[in-house]
């Protein structure tokens, strides 16, 4: 069965400095991977997605991931981090793109430090 | 970009009554919808998988005969919580899928709230 390990339950980062979270993965074939971030009370927004190719992915907001196979690690960065990332960002993994649901970590809090 | 709605944000409703919620594919055809229950401070937990014009399926362990899901078009799926108690209140999620499955889109949820 496929799983999604966040090892960081809460994470307190100073504005302006870097961040990076961490995310296993077990699966079986060939992952889709996802980072999701959700402010409270609200939906989720998707903040990048690996299906294949480069093993590093850009995404919105400034954020960025990368895909180690051989760690089955999907780990999120940012640089730099600012007070309005502070939220609940959870990593993903499906078997097909859209076409299954998708299984979730338990999330990481991402508490921004002025 | 694609958007899909979810209604309403939030409701409360006594316990034993049914409750629906709502998911629209606002601007594509969403050939698969997905349901899930986020409880506090937990991740998110899928439910159940539906496609229009069928029998949605359910994962383990989720009671389809009170979680009731209805996928008739291909823009639109419910979910009915039926004799609600106050165990099931939980953030309920749905997301969509177009027909080119690169992904699926996320609506922002509805908070049920069972007293």
């Known amino acids: 069965a496929q799983s999604v390990t966040q090892p960081d339950i809460h994470i307190t980062v100073s504005e302006g400095a870097s961040l990076e979270l961490r995310c296993n993965y077990s699966?079986?074939?060939?992952?889709?991977l996802f980072w999701y971030v959700q402010s409270p009370g609200q939906g989720l927004q998707l903040l990048l997605k690996y299906f294949s190719g480069d093993t590093l992915v850009q995404g919105i907001k400034g954020f960025e991931a990368e895909f180690k196979r051989s760690q089955s690690s999907f780990n999120l960065r940012k640089p730099s981090v600012h007070w309005s990332d502070a939220a609940e960002y959870f990593c993903?993994?499906?078997?097909?793109?859209?076409?299954?649901?998708?299984?979730f970590g338990k999330g990481t809090h991402l508490i921004i430090q002025p | 970009g694609a958007v899909v709605s979810q209604h309403p944000s939030r409701v409360i409703c006594k316990s034993g009554t049914s409750v629906k919620i709502e998911c629209r594919s606002l601007?594509?055809?969403?050939?698969?919808m997905f349901w899930y229950r986020q409880f506090p401070k937990k991740s998110l937990m899928l439910m159940a998988t539906?496609?229009?014009?069928?029998?949605?399926?359910?994962e383990q362990g989720v009671e389809k005969d009170k979680f009731l899901i209805n996928h008739a078009s291909l823009t639109l799926s419910t979910l009915t919580v039926t004799s609600a108690h106050p165990e099931d209140s939980s953030f309920y999620i749905c997301?969509?899928?177009?027909?080119?499955?690169?992904?699926?889109?996320f609506g922002q949820g509805t908070r049920l709230t069972v007293v």
């Open positions: 993903a993994v499906g078997s097909g793109g859209g076409a299954d649901g998708l299984t």
């Open positions: 539906s496609n229009e014009g069928s029998k949605a399926t359910y």
């Open positions: 601007d594509f055809q969403a050939t698969t």
């Open positions: 997301s969509a899928s177009r027909t080119d499955y690169t992904e699926a889109f």
């Open positions: 699966y079986g074939a060939t992952p889709y």
